[in-house]
């Protein structure tokens, strides 16, 4: 069994670790596997920002915001959250958001 006060420890842990990482999107999004190190096909360059919160006791929220102009012309399908030793925490795959269109007035 783990007690509430474990549990808050850890996603208290979590946040401080995830905060301190980085956060990559990609084109991929078919692997599944749990032994991944990477995204499946990462955007080149560091375009995505990243923030975590501890939003209740054993819950954390994390927002990957990119700039639309960052990924014009590409179609996202996958996020992934990195500590600073670039090890993959967690990648979501998602059905394909986009194709990205850079607007000029």
Do not use: C, Q, Y
């Not at 990243?50 to 915001?65: A, G, H, Q, T, Y």
């Not at 960052?70 to 996958?78: F, K, N, Q, T, Y």
Request: charged share 20%; net charge negative; hydrophobic share 45%.
């Amino acid at each position: 069994m783990i007690t509430d006060s474990t549990r808050s420890k850890v996603a208290t842990d979590l946040v401080t670790l995830i905060a301190a990482g980085s956060a990559k999107i990609g084109l991929g999004g078919n692997s599944t596997s749990p032994a991944a190190t990477d995204l499946d096909v990462p955007v080149a360059g560091d375009i995505a920002s990243l923030s975590v919160i501890k939003s209740d006791e054993n819950v954390i929220e994390i927002k990957v915001s990119v700039d639309g102009a960052s990924i014009a012309g590409l179609v996202i399908r996958e996020v992934g959250v990195f500590d600073t030793n670039n090890n993959l925490l967690t990648r979501n795959n998602f059905t394909a958001i986009g194709l990205f269109l850079l607007l000029k007035h």
